[in-house]
């Protein structure tokens, strides 16, 4: 069958489900006055969604204020779409010209009508399966860039593809990654001056980072800006890494990778010509090993200010020196002109994974303000006069000690965009604690192209002991934050169960809208915190919200698809606890009568078979499925609700053991076989962990039972 043919029988099955696509009645004649067809009949203009951040400051605040605290209450869904996959989704969709452009799981791309939900086409890029053992986060992919009837997005092994947006046909591809290392693309890519940008991610997997400009029309790279510095002995691309260089003390981080991945955030000053990237965190993430003298190592965690023209340094702002904790800043950046008491200031705000909330000068890099806006052990605060944090002792994990950290890896904020209001004047932000122990891994062995942290992961994971397991859990929290960044601190703030809650929206309709983890799409009123309206999206939502006007109708748009890092490693830290994936496009109108079929989810069955190996064996599994195994399938093997929960397999999987882990007979679902890197005794031992997990949450669902009766009696 010819790759044509394919799609095209591919593309029928997918306007099958789009039968399953429902909307409500178009408005009557005889609409009363407050009705979306009044507001139609007026000749409100249509306002699209153009660009990932809505505009090149990425403010993710819409103007539009049909919507408000006073009719929100009135919101219904007014069509949903079912995407053909069940993994994490991401995306932040475009609206241009009537028509929703969103990314999915795999990096596939969907253009349906706005107004009816309608499929116009899809493309998939038939990304290799395969792949997915190379993404530290899930096979998601945030958004598509757009420009004059084209399209451009990245795919998760590292090509950038420009459609014609018309009908999804190919314009371009191009790799921009060397296949060879384990780099993965989710971010979305920003269009600039004739150029196309992209970064990558895979620093967890030991990669060197950059960001590349490629021609608009023909793909053609015009320039790359690596963040780190490579081998000294190759000479170095440019000064600013020829002075990077001398801030890395020791080691071969360039065997490692190095790290400092740009794969989420990016800005843009038009008037400044100021392109700004957000740099990730070291490889592997402690720092002994990667550079063992210490020093800086530029220009991990930093904000980098490039001239978009040639990709050449400007200045930059080093959030985390010497980055030793997966301490990204990566994180959602946001330009702004704001009082901070002597006149209005450029500035350029980020919430990175360090915890602190940073404002700095966006044309010279100044710190002009930095507070913790998440619960912080690693730094007492940031020096405003020398701009860097003041360490704690201990922080660096040089003693062996097993204290608590937070923020952990996953971040006081991950990804998830926040939004501005200039309304408000506040900044929201999706925050959360969640915890990690850092111990370095003693008998670490670099393994290409598979997860080095360089730190003992064994150490991180929940205790057994309830007491001791409670006492890390109840660290976790997650929150909306609306911060006031001139008073440096929050003026409210909504409670979540647990972390890893959704990307945030907010409008001129004084609302803020936000999907969580708990499956509920929620509006919040954007001065108070209010809640104000809620809808149950059935699966955990961890996009950002959009809105949009078509017709005199203003829409909000959510993707809802649970996924992500922290729904994969998660475990029982998720605390709103395992939710399935149901991935959907859905969209919102005042008076929308659509409705969502039930949701019927199946029971956990966890009935393992007798365990039969010994306490060796069974901790040596332990470490081989926190090496390999738990970044997609949860701490302790608890899953959180995108991947299978290997505690409940069924005794015809346990039987295909072998076959699966060593095999790859899944692997068209992503999970490749082990069986170059793992030996049997190996997989065999993981298999014992898994069996071990699974006796023990019966155990402790037996003794729930037990205690549950004797409060009855
Ligand atoms: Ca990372």
């Not at 730094?379 to 040089?398: F, K, M, N, Q, S």
């Not at 490693?569 to 109108?589: D, H, P, T, W, Y």
Request: glycine share 12%.
């Amino acid at each position: 069958m010819t790759a044509c043919c394919k799609r095209f029988l591919f593309l029928i099955a997918l306007v099958g489900l789009v039968a399953g696509c429902s909307r409500d009645e178009p408005p009557s004649q005889t609409a009363p006055a407050d009705s979306p067809a009044v507001s139609a009949a007026a000749g409100l203009p249509d306002v699209q969604w153009p660009r990932h951040g809505l505009n090149d400051s990425e403010t993710r605040f819409s103007p539009l204020a049909d919507i408000t605290d006073a009719n929100v209450g009135k919101l219904g869904l007014a069509w949903y779409f079912d995407y053909p996959t069940a993994r994490g989704l991401e995306a932040t969709p475009l609206v241009i010209d009537g028509v929703i452009y969103t990314t999915g799981s795999w990096s596939m791309v969907f253009a349906n009508d706005a107004a009816t939900g309608q499929l116009l086409w899809f493309y998939d890029p038939q990304v290799p399966r395969s792949w997915a053992v190379h993404g530290c986060c899930d096979v998601v992919n945030r958004g598509l860039a757009f420009d004059k009837g084209r399209l451009y997005f990245g795919t998760l092994d590292g090509r950038l593809v420009s459609l014609n947006a018309a009908d999804g046909s190919v314009r371009w591809q191009v790799q921009t990654t060397d296949p060879e290392w384990p780099y993965t693309i989710t971010g979305a890519p920003r269009v600039i001056k004739g150029n196309v940008i992209i970064g990558n991610g895979g620093a967890e997997f030991g990669v060197r980072g950059y960001v590349s400009a490629y021609n608009l029309d023909s793909g053609e790279m015009a320039w790359r800006f690596y963040t780190i510095p490579g081998n000294p002995q190759d000479g170095f691309e440019n000064e600013a890494l020829k002075r990077a260089a001398d801030t890395w003390g020791g080691g071969e981080w360039w065997k490692l990778g190095g790290g400092g991945t740009v794969w989420d955030s990016m800005a843009y000053d038009p008037e400044l010509n100021l392109l700004y990237i957000g740099v990730g965190n070291g490889a592997p993430w402690n720092q002994q090993i990667r550079s063992p003298a210490g020093g800086d190592n530029l220009y991990l965690s930093s904000i980098v200010a490039l001239n978009p023209d040639d990709g050449s340094y400007v200045w930059h702002y080093q959030t985390t020196p010497g980055e030793t904790w997966d301490y990204t800043a990566t994180q959602h950046m946001i330009l702004a002109d704001i009082d901070l008491g002597a006149g209005t200031r450029k500035v350029i705000m980020q919430a990175p994974k360090n915890g602190f909330f940073y404002v700095l000068d966006r044309q010279t890099g100044e710190l002009l303000s930095a507070e913790a806006y998440a619960t912080v052990t690693w730094a007492t605060h940031v020096d405003l006069e020398t701009g860097r944090p003041v360490e704690v002792a201990g922080a660096r994990y040089l003693d062996g000690a097993t204290d608590l950290h937070l923020p952990g890896p996953i971040g006081g904020h991950n990804w998830h965009p926040m939004s501005y209001s200039p309304d408000t004047g506040l900044v929201y932000i999706p925050a959360q604690d969640a915890p990690w122990v850092y111990v370095t891994d003693e008998e670490f062995q670099y393994r290409p192209g598979y997860w080095n942290t360089g730190t003992d992961s064994r150490i991180a994971a929940l205790p057994d002991d309830p007491v001791a397991r409670q006492a890390v859990l109840d660290t976790v929290k997650g929150a909306i934050i609306a911060w006031d960044p001139v008073a440096g601190k929050p003026r409210w703030r909504v409670e979540h169960a647990g972390p890893w809650n959704g990307g945030l929206l907010s409008t001129a309709g004084n609302l803020v809208f936000q999907g969580n983890a708990g499956g509920q799409f929620v509006a919040y009123r954007a001065d108070t915190g209010e809640r104000l309206w809620s809808f149950d999206a059935q699966t955990g939502v961890v996009a950002p919200p959009i809105s949009f006007r078509l017709g005199g109708v203003q829409y909000i748009a959510v993707v809802a698809g649970w996924g992500g890092s922290m729904a994969l490693v998660g475990g029982e830290a998720l605390k709103a606890g395992a939710i399935a994936n149901r991935s959907r496009l859905l969209v919102f109108r005042v008076g929308g009568q659509a409705s969502l079929p039930p949701a019927v989810d199946k029971p956990l069955v966890i009935d393992p078979p007798e365990l039969t190996a010994s306490a060796e064996q069974v901790a040596a599994g332990f470490k081989e499925f926190m090496t390999y195994c738990t970044f997609c399938h949860g701490d302790g093997a608890v899953s959180g609700g995108s991947t299978p929960d290997l505690r409940a397999l069924t005794p015809e999987k346990h039987a295909m053991w072998d076959a699966i882990v060593l095999g790859g007979m899944h692997w068209q679902n992503g999970m490749v076989g082990f069986g170059g890197v793992l030996s049997k005794e190996q997989s065999d031992n993981i298999h014992s962990f898994v069996i071990d997990r699974a006796i023990f949450a019966n155990k402790e669902a037996g003794d729930a039972a037990v205690k549950v009766e004797q409060v009855v009696n």
